[in-house]
């Protein structure tokens, strides 16, 4: 099946297949169908991890994140925040938010934290949580906040300086924090090589919440417990959901994902059928 | 007095505001019918925006670390010399000096590669290596055995330094069978990262007012369509 | 004088020293204050490196304009945009001085509303091209690829709730595959990685790796 293109257009077969594609997803959107969304254990460990902050302990979001990558690890993000800020007012823990990948960042927090307005209007900023924005550097920045918070997060996203937050006042390194949601839609290698609970003794968990394409690239560090749990994509974002009960986006989502992926699993057995088919009728080479 | 908090206007109620998000995302959308003027205005619309905010993004953050510290008058050593390695970058528009950006760009990938470096040391390397007991309780005992083999076989699929003994080339062909387990698993569970995002925004499109743009769309794409097929284009 | 500031050894001496010494003090715990200090530097040079890439941009655009190459208009375009949001952003309030409301405003509407849906129409495009990998490209010309499909399509079935609707023996085969089979074999790839970054790292600092000071003297 040699594909002749045009300059400027895909080929047909190419269309018709997006064609398809897009109808299927859209279809649940429409219509619900409404499948059971089994929880999977790391997402279910990682509730429990975030679950289990006391009064007191101290819980950095960090999203390596760009707005544009919303729809696959927003869901996400949003039910752990929102059980952040449910945290805040019911155990008295304390939330610090930042991003250090691009200055893209910002406009992704800005948009999360417009969602779950509701959680967090009645909080005290500064008190009980503190939204820092864009610290560039990535890597570099996050080995600044490990070994000197002050100097990585030296005023917040409204010029505020660190050493007028109430909330900053008794956190000096990264072993004056408990627990580390981290989001990121590129490499998460970031976060065992300067965040991990083998290295900081005070720092107790991390959770890396990222595309199900990098679960795999993860899985020897979740191993080797230099990250502690992992919430997966869309899918950890919609099971998240299930499990703090607010369902919203994620479930949504879930509906679509599964005939996508019926889709994808078909193109693929149909094309190796016809391969197969096309491939058994051309007369062997006689070997001479 | 702390600022209170990040507020915006919530403009989700604003009908217009969701119609050109709706023309926005139809805009990129239109080149996986063919590329047009239409795909080429997003597309240009995107890289000017984006360019105008990594702009804005850079001088927010010079202001904030940089100029305000600077005029106040709480300068160290450190932040004098950082602030001088900045400026040298900007000297790679002056011919006679270029050379001294190189100093700037040295800097400062060398202390992206030494945090890196410690990093890999630790996280990729020494902390791949312990691997679990082959006779740990139940299937966890031939799960690490598994685990075991697998990451043996696949560095030495990676082994370049030696002749390619008879040993050798069988080990990496089993080795070659691991990496291709591996690349199955990412190749399936990338199909759920990157489906997220069309789905992201076929919700959005088909939400009215977004909808009606959506349907605007379709008929024009439609009659596009057909009156290429009349003309035999 | 000015020829030794020029030589190409002072970057890599630079370089060297600075890497060195961040090196040293993490494998020793000596002098972290100097450590620290570098690595800080490292954020305030990332952002005046931020708006050094742009300036190149912007250059080739105005050329594109002022001889009236084909497409010019797109990138007038691109520079209205570019000047309204740069424009808006710094009126509307920057590096924690407040501006004027009206201009924060219009700044966070290109922002959310124009450069969100568009930048996720891009991301989305891999999504498409997924289906026409699977339609052209999935096809079982030896044992391995064979491997790699039956593979992808059990993780297909894992990953998507529908899998377990349709055979709830997919959820442990696929979790199996994803966290054993592929975390040995990951494993393998990252120790492969990490000995590649200091190798890479090596040879910048021997002077036989210069592609990062623009690939030359």
């Known amino acids: ?288 | 007095m702390l600022k209170s908090r990040n507020v915006r206007r919530s403009e989700e109620n604003m009908e217009w505001v969701l119609i050109v998000e709706a023309v926005m995302m139809l805009l990129i959308w239109s080149f996986l019918y063919r590329e047009s003027l239409f795909y080429r205005l997003g597309e240009h619309i995107l890289i000017g925006i984006y360019l105008g905010f990594s702009i804005y993004m850079g001088i927010d953050v010079l202001l904030k670390r940089v100029f305000v510290p600077l005029l106040s008058g709480n300068v160290t050593v450190g932040l004098a010399l950082s602030i001088i390695l900045g400026f040298l970058f900007y000297t790679r528009y002056v011919k006679p000096v270029s050379f001294m950006s190189r100093w700037s760009v040295a800097v400062l990938t060398g202390c992206g590669s030494a945090v890196a470096v410690s990093g890999a040391i630790k996280a990729m390397i020494v902390g791949q290596l312990p691997q679990g007991s082959w006779f740990a309780e139940g299937i966890t005992g031939f799960n690490n055995f598994v685990m075991s083999i697998a990451t043996v076989f696949v560095i030495v699929y990676f082994l370049f330094t030696f002749k390619p003994t008879r040993l050798l080339k069988s080990s990496a062909k089993f080795g070659r069978f691991w990496l291709m387990i591996c690349f199955g698993v990412m190749l399936g569970t990338f199909l759920l990262s990157n489906i997220g995002y069309p789905i992201g925004m076929a919700m959005k499109l088909l939400t009215p007012p977004a909808l009606y743009v959506t349907i605007i769309a379709i008929l024009l794409i439609a009659a596009d369509a057909l009156y290429r097929r009349i003309k035999g284009t | 004088m000015a020829v030794i500031l020029k030589r190409g050894e002072i970057p890599i001496i630079l370089f060297t020293v600075v890497s060195g010494i961040i090196l040293f003090s993490y494998f020793t715990g000596l002098i972290p204050e100097v450590a620290d200090e570098l690595i800080g530097w490292s954020i305030i040079l990332v952002s005046f490196s931020y708006i050094l890439g742009l300036v190149t941009l912007l250059r080739y655009h105005l050329v594109r304009i002022r001889k009236r190459e084909k497409y010019w208009p797109y990138s007038a375009i691109l520079l209205a945009f570019f000047l309204m949001f740069l424009v808006s952003g710094l009126l509307g309030g920057v590096g924690g001085y407040e501006g004027i409301a009206v201009s924060k405003e219009f700044k966070d509407f290109l922002w959310l509303h124009m450069l969100a849906p568009l930048q996720t129409g891009v991301l989305s495009y891999v999504g498409f091209y997924m289906y026409t990998v699977f339609f052209r490209g999935a096809r079982t010309r030896s044992w391995d690829i064979g491997i790699m499909l039956i593979t992808a399509i059990l993780l297909m079935l894992y990953t998507a709730p529908i899998g377990a609707a349709i055979w709830p023996g997919f959820v442990p085969i696929g979790a199996w595959l994803k966290d054993v089979a592929n975390s040995g074999a990951y494993r393998g790839i990252m120790i492969g990685v990490g000995i590649g970054l200091i190798a890479l790292w090596l040879r910048a600092v021997l002077g036989y790796e210069k592609s990062y000071l623009g690939g030359g003297r």
């Open chain 1, 1 to 288: 099946m040699a594909a002749k293109t045009e300059l400027g257009r895909f080929p047909t077969a190419d269309r018709v297949i997006f064609l398809v594609f897009l109808i299927l997803i859209s279809t649940p959107l429409v219509v619900l169908i409404g499948l059971p969304i089994p929880i999977s254990e790391s997402t279910r460990k990682s509730y429990e991890l975030m679950n289990s902050l006391k009064s007191g302990d101290v819980l950095v979001m960090c999203f390596e994140m760009d707005v544009g990558a919303f729809p696959a690890l927003g869901p996400g993000d949003m039910a752990a925040l929102k059980h952040a800020f449910t945290m805040v007012k019911e155990k008295g823990i304390k939330v610090i938010i930042f991003g250090t990948y691009e200055s893209g960042v910002k406009i992704y927090i800005d948009k999360i934290l417009q969602e779950t307005k509701e959680y967090w209007e009645s909080l005290n900023y500064g008190v009980d949580w503190v939204n820092f924005g864009w610290i560039p550097g990535h890597e570099t920045a996050m080995a600044t906040f490990a070994r000197d918070v002050h100097t990585a997060c030296s005023v917040d996203v409204y010029g505020t300086p660190v050493d007028e937050l109430p909330i900053m006042k008794d956190i000096k390194t990264i072993n004056d924090v408990t627990g580390i949601w981290y989001t990121t839609y590129s490499s998460p290698d970031m976060l065992p090589r300067q965040w991990s609970p083998l290295e900081w003794p005070g720092l107790k968990w991390t959770i890396c919440s990222t595309l199900f394409g990098t679960v795999s690239w993860l899985m020897p560090y979740v191993n080797a417990g230099s990250i502690t749990s992992y919430v997966a994509d869309q899918r950890g974002g919609a099971e998240y959901e299930v499990l703090i009960g607010k369902r919203g986006l994620g479930c949504k989502f879930m509906d679509a994902q599964s005939l996508g992926h019926i889709y994808g699993i078909a193109l693929i057995i149909g094309s190796n059928v016809y391969y197969l088919y096309t491939h058994a009728k051309k007369p062997k080479r006689k070997e001479e």
